[in-house]
């Protein structure tokens, strides 16, 4: 049985005080305990970059969730592999860059 889901999509100015309001916009789409957290250090860390706009996605699949933060220009390896990463890796199954290198993504809901 294939397995259905949501997508949801947002562009959030790139500043300081949106990271709050990227919790928030999380935790009202999806229900896991981590995603906001983890969804507050991919923004953190496109943000570093200095990224203009960070679109955040989240996508639903089965018990899977997938967060996305992206911005418009490669991230240097310090953004993408920085102190924030750890806290992403103890939450998440799976994590890593997207494959042009301007945004981070991080799955939960599955076994490693």
Known sequence: MPESGHTWRKVFKAEPIEAGHV??????CVSHADA??????LYV???????SVIEMTLSTAGA???ITA???DPLPVLYSHGPGWQIIDGLCHLSGLTTDECGLWAQVG???
């Open 64 to 66: 899977r969730i997938r």
């Open 23 to 28: 919790r928030l916009w999380t935790a009202r």
């Open 70 to 72: 992206y911005g418009q």
């Open 36 to 41: 906001p957290l983890i969804a507050h250090e």
């Open 45 to 51: 860390a496109v943000l570093g970059a200095g990224a």
């Open 110 to 112: 599955t076994n490693r």
